[in-house]
């Protein structure tokens, strides 16, 4: 491994953080040296979690109408994307899709519903009951994606069972008000502390190529490093018709792997999931993910786009030699 790889290494491993100028070279490696960094990032990644990888699934189950202004969310009622909006599904609907997600292999299932927060009442009820419903009929991990959390809402779901809550940061708390100016970044950043607190372990990342620099990239990384969160979902902008982001040039493969590898130095013994955007921008690339440190990406459909067909990712574990592993 080229030494400035090794070097790099040596530091996450010891629990230093990397610089922002060794966080550019990792954002602008190409070739050999980025090949030597990505070698350095899946060899972080073995060390801490094993060579494995974990499958997660989502289910939408209340889609559209949100009052927040998200700019490349189609979910957001500021813009004009078309969506399918809908109430929030039965608990009996969201169990059916733990059961399928626990078929297709998933070890994690995420129950997201689109809006600000989830009010106490019926709606958080039925949330409660499917829960627990998974947890005793399935072996998947039941997480939750609501929105902002209070520490009693904390409190109700993991008592429900819910071993993670997943709150993205989205970016950078410097370019936060340039994507969305309807909430304010700290009121994420809460919500990942209320869920912590509670017990639930906390699935907290964002999404890459929505006009943030590098350095705010970096910032992100320090951001969820500092919230000691437990897992890093990582997103790549899958730009709708209808979003102000709809004219946002996709990022390139090898930039969603500098971001990955970066991700990895940054966090190495946390799980990354790579997650919405992946075939749109990684295309023939999917598959070097895991050689770039990430230890598990999503199956099947993303919350408001379609998912790759599973067999297609089934080919995809199989070409790559990797072994899915469960939580
Ligand atoms: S990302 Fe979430 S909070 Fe933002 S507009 Fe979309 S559904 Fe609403």
Do not use: W
């Not at 809006?115 to 039925?126: D, H, I, K, L, S």
């Not at 100016?181 to 809460?190: A, K, L």
């Not at 990582?234 to 004219?247: C, E, H, Q, R, V």
């Amino acid at each position: 491994m080229l030494k400035v790889a090794q070097l790099f290494v040596e530091k996450s491993r010891s629990g230093q953080v990397l610089s922002a100028d060794e966080a550019l070279q990792i954002l602008t490696a190409k070739g050999a040296m980025l090949s030597a960094f990505m070698a350095g990032a899946q060899g972080l990644k073995e060390k801490y979690l094993g060579e494995g990888v974990e499958l997660c699934s989502i289910i939408n189950a209340k889609s559209g109408h949100c009052a927040e202004n998200c700019s490349f969310c189609a979910q957001s009622a500021h813009h004009q994307a078309r969506v399918d909006s809908y109430p929030l599904k039965s608990a009996a609907e969201m169990l059916a899709g733990a059961q399928a997600a626990e078929a297709q292999g998933s070890s994690c299932y995420g129950i997201v519903t689109s809006g600000t927060r989830v009010e106490p009442g019926a709606e958080f009820a039925e949330l409660l009951e499917a829960i627990r419903a998974i947890r005793e009929q399935t072996r998947v991990i039941p997480s939750a994606s609501i929105g902002l959390l209070d520490a009693e809402a904390a409190r109700a779901l993991a008592e429900a069972g819910c071993g993670t809550y997943h709150h993205n940061l989205e970016t950078a708390r410097s370019f936060f008000p340039q994507i969305c100016s309807t909430h304010d970044y700290e009121e994420d950043v809460t919500t990942v502390r209320v869920a912590k607190q509670a017990g639930m372990k906390v699935c907290c990342g964002g999404i890459f190529g929505l006009g943030e620099s590098f350095q705010q990239r970096f910032e992100l990384g320090l951001t969820l490093r500092e919230l000691a969160v437990d897992s890093v979902p990582l997103n790549f902008l899958n730009p709708i018709d209808g979003t102000p982001l709809a004219g946002q040039q996709l990022l390139t493969p090898m930039d969603c792997l500098r971001i990955i590898c970066l991700f990895r130095y940054l966090l190495p013994d946390k799980k990354i999931t790579i997650c919405g955007g992946r075939d749109i921008n990684l295309r023939e690339f999917q598959s070097a993910i895991f050689m770039a440190g990430a230890s598990g990406m999503m199956v099947g459909n993303y919350l408001t786009s379609a998912g790759r067909d599973l067999a297609m990712d089934r080919q995809l574990l199989k070409d790559a030699e990797v072994t899915v592993s469960h939580c």
